[in-house]
């Protein structure tokens, strides 16, 4: 920006003010808890689960100081329609990234801000199947949550009002689920070469779920179109964390404390949390706290663990049985991507206004060779983006590439997301070097199996089919990878879990997870509805347990 | 080889919106800063010359005024502005770019009888890139164990393409709607568009 340093380098969530996030200027009253009392909930990182969590814990009286490492924007005055300078959501501080199948992390997987990865999401809204809550004893591969699908239906409910998602008014695959919130947004060109194909296949095509409000709904204006999600909606129709939860629990008592790095978790001689240590501005902190929660995402809190061991916790918090960081899963991301003769224009609306879960469900169908599912949905990246993709999955460049780049608006993609198993070796673990507040980066260790790569096979094969009877003409696939899942799995039996039903760290009864790392399998959906509810879900476990 | 890229969408410019409510003040301010590149800081001038001799092979101009691309490279350098990812075959980012700067320069004289990459002409260039990018090398010993096709996909093009196709230059000559905040679109269907987006564009394949 200018030569002065950034606007978002300093909290700006101080002396008793948080951002207004519904202004360009402005700030609204924030309650401030002192450091040396204990608070009854610390929970780091202001993503998906930690600030449904604050919001509902807040909202039932309990005293709570949500941490994130990252700024506390103001949409309207701080995102710019650009794409670079839009980087400043990412985590961009290196972590190493190996194994056969390395995995591309930063602005692929990883927010950094005050409503963290939900700032720059999607918006797609999509349930898990009922029965992947039961994978291992259903459909005889992954892991069992230790969760009924019934529950989490009711909490899919919960978020979903929250959020105002808006969805068709039948759903085509799964049990019923009732009417979204809001009524579905107009689909897209993009979306409708989506449609044209599933039809021309004979197979459902729907509307995709969104998190982008179709009417206006309190102070968010309805979405506009104008394409730019993936880098912040700066008119505030996206119902992201940073405009819903996150003023909910401020409003509810809450403090946040943005631009705050937690480094460690502390620990007392009797081995349970004491509080947390953190950077913020220029120094170390430290907050006492009854309980601690680590809502870092699927790096970062397994991260956290490890680097807060002690003499009592050798290995980490959490970690006696080396699981922490372990079965860490991504989303196959392929997509084949197609020309046509018509300008389709996908920078209108959000990116994926599409989709199509068939390959949740279709069980006996005889081609499917390959455990879990996909679901896959219509595209529409921004130009850089784009380049990026045909640059790293071709080579190509010159000429070549601008003409290729010339075709931008005669585009279409159809993009999956792809299960993938959960495998012990895939995982998080300390690497040699430091960060430059002195705590060991994360390394983080990937390849996919055969499964994982039979289902990637079929995915490609049945959207090229589908692109082409669509009217897509000189095809090309490529392949990515999407979301982080587990990494801290939850579960009914301390020997192959992180945590129990309710996110609590085994053995550590005062400690708890609530984010996308509990998750056991990663489901063939998107996964922001299933954090969300689980945190919504373990928010009522935990307050339950407090007033009984 | 090639034929010269020729826009789609002559006559078309994002910037003619500059006043219109497609640009918010947030996006103008980000823009006008960007109109002064930054001074090279990081790169020695040598390297800097051989960085801007392979943006432009990478995107050849033909515009009077090129949309500048090294500086900015040089200048997230300088920053230590990283992308969040260091695939462990990969030393970190600064000594990447300095090492692969390096054996891009040591396959050119390999190659071309001692002469730098600076010194090649156009197609040359291009056939050197080309054959890094297989992985054919002439100067192994340079890379120091560096993937050249990594360096050169996940570093090299993939921060110059997402350089140039954050200009407002390269939106408009792909047609691409540009700034649009708070003005979003309205028509979304094929064969429609707004009136603040680019007309129809024409290509060869359908002259
Ligand atoms: C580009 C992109 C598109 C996506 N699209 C979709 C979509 O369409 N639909 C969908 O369902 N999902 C989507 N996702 C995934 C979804 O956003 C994530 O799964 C979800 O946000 C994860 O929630 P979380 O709470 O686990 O972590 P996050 O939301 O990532 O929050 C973690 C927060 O913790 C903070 N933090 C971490 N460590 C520390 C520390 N030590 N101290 C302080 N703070 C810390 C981080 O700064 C971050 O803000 C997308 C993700 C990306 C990146
Ligand atoms: S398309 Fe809608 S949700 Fe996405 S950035 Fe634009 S206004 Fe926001």
């Given at each position: 920006m200018t030569q002065d340093a950034p606007r978002n380098d300093r909290p700006r969530a101080v002396n008793g003010h948080a951002p207004d996030v519904f202004k360009r200027e402005g700030q609204v009253p924030m309650r401030e808890y002192p450091k040396n009392a204990p608070v009854d909930f610390v929970i780091v990182g202001a993503g998906c689960g930690g600030s449904v969590l604050a919001a509902k814990l807040a909202e039932a009286g309990m005293s709570v100081v949500l941490f994130d490492a990252g700024p506390f924007f103001q949409p309207r005055r701080d995102?710019?329609?650009?794409e670079r300078e839009q980087e400043k959501l990412y985590w961009l501080d290196p972590r190493i990234s190996d194994g056969d199948d390395p995995i591309e992390l930063g602005a692929n997987n990883s927010g950094r801000a005050v409503g963290g990865s939900s700032v720059h999401f999607q918006m797609v809204s999509l349930r898990f199947r009922p029965e992947w809550f039961k994978a291992r004893s259903k459909l005889g591969y992954g892991r069992d949550w230790p969760v009924d699908w019934r529950e989490m239906w009711r909490y899919y409910d919960e978020v979903e009002e929250a959020l105002k998602i808006s969805g068709p008014i039948r759903y085509p695959w799964g049990p019923d689920r009732g009417r979204y919130p809001y009524r579905e947004h107009e689909v897209n060109e993009a979306g409708l070469v989506l449609a044209r194909g599933a039809e021309a296949l004979g197979v459902d095509w729907a509307p995709t779920p969104l998190c982008t409000v179709s009417a206006p709904s309190g102070k968010s204006p309805p979405c506009?179109?104008?394409?730019?999600c993936k880098i912040g909606c700066s008119i505030n129709a996206k119902q992201s964390m940073l405009i819903t939860y996150v003023p909910r629990a401020i409003k509810a008592g809450a403090e946040v404390r943005d631009l705050a790095m937690v480094g460690r978790i502390e620990t007392g001689a009797d081995g349970r949390a004491t509080g947390v240590s953190y950077y913020r501005d220029g120094k170390w902190r430290f907050q006492k706290a009854e309980n601690v929660v680590a809502a870092g995402y699927s790096i970062e809190t397994p991260r956290l663990l490890l680097n807060s061991s002690t003499a009592q916790h050798p290995q980490g918090l959490g970690n006696a049985d080396g699981l922490v960081g372990r079965n860490l899963m991504v989303h196959a991301n392929d997509a084949v991507w197609g020309e046509f003769?018509?300008?389709?224009?996908?920078?209108?609306?959000?990116?994926?206004?599409a989709t199509c879960e068939h390959w949740n469900y279709a069980d006996d169908d005889p081609s499917k060779n390959f455990d879990g599912g996909y679901s896959f949905m219509s595209q529409g990246p921004l130009p850089g983006d784009f380049a990026g993709t045909l640059t790293s999955s071709t080579g190509m460049f010159g000429d070549d590439l601008l003409e290729a780049m010339g075709r931008y608006n005669r585009m279409a993609g159809l993009k999956m997301v792809g299960e993938s198993m959960p495998q012990v070796d895939n995982r998080v673990t300390l690497a040699d070097e430091t960060d430059e507040l002195g705590l060991p980066r994360a390394k983080v260790t990937h390849s996919f199996c055969d499964n994982d790569r039979r289902l990637q096979g079929h995915g490609r094969k049945f959207m090229s089919r589908m692109m082409r009877a669509a009217g897509g003409k000189n095809l090309f696939e490529t392949q990515s990878t999407a979301h982080l899942m587990g990494g801290c799995p939850m579960g009914d039996d301390p020997e192959t879990s992180v945590t129990d039903d309710m996110g609590r760290v085994w053995n550590v009864d005062n400690l708890w997870i609530c984010d996308?790392?509990?998750?056991p399998t990663g489901g063939g959906v998107n996964p922001a509805m299933t954090i969300l509810a689980n945190a919504a879900r373990i928010a009522d476990r935990i307050i339950d347990a407090r007033f009984d | 080889m090639s034929q010269p890229f020729r826009t789609?969408?002559?006559?078309?410019?994002?910037?003619?919106?500059?006043?219109?409510?497609?640009?918010?003040d947030q996006t103008r301010e980000v823009l006008r800063a960007r109109r002064d590149p930054p001074p090279r800081r990081f790169l020695d001038p040598n390297q800097f010359a051989l960085l801007e001799a392979l943006c432009a092979v990478v995107i050849p101009q033909r515009r009077p005024e090129p949309v500048p691309i090294a500086p900015f490279i040089d200048a997230a350098l300088h920053a230590g502005r990283g992308t969040g990812t260091r695939f462990a075959t990969m030393p970190p980012e600064r000594d990447a770019w300095l090492r692969g700067l390096e054996a891009i320069d040591a396959e050119a004289r390999a190659a071309f009888d001692g002469r730098g990459f600076c010194e090649l002409v156009r197609p040359k260039q291009a056939r050197l890139l080309r054959s890094i990018d297989r992985g054919?090398?002439?100067?192994?010993?340079?890379?120091?164990?560096?993937?050249p096709q990594k360096f050169f996909r996940a570093l090299l093009l993939k921060q110059i393409v997402q350089i140039y196709y954050s200009a407002p230059a390269a939106m408009s000559e792909i047609g691409y709607g540009g700034p649009a905040s708070p003005r979003g679109y309205v028509r979304l269907k094929v064969g429609q568009i707004d009136p603040w987006e680019a007309p129809f564009g024409t290509w060869e394949d359908q002259a």
């Open positions: 995102f710019a329609s650009d506009a179109y104008r394409g730019m003769d018509e300008e389709i224009r996908w920078y209108k609306g959000p990116p994926s206004m996308g790392s509990l998750m | 789609p969408y002559p006559g078309y410019d994002v910037l003619d919106k500059w006043d219109s409510p497609s640009f918010d054919d090398c002439r100067a192994p010993e340079a890379w120091q164990e560096m993937p």
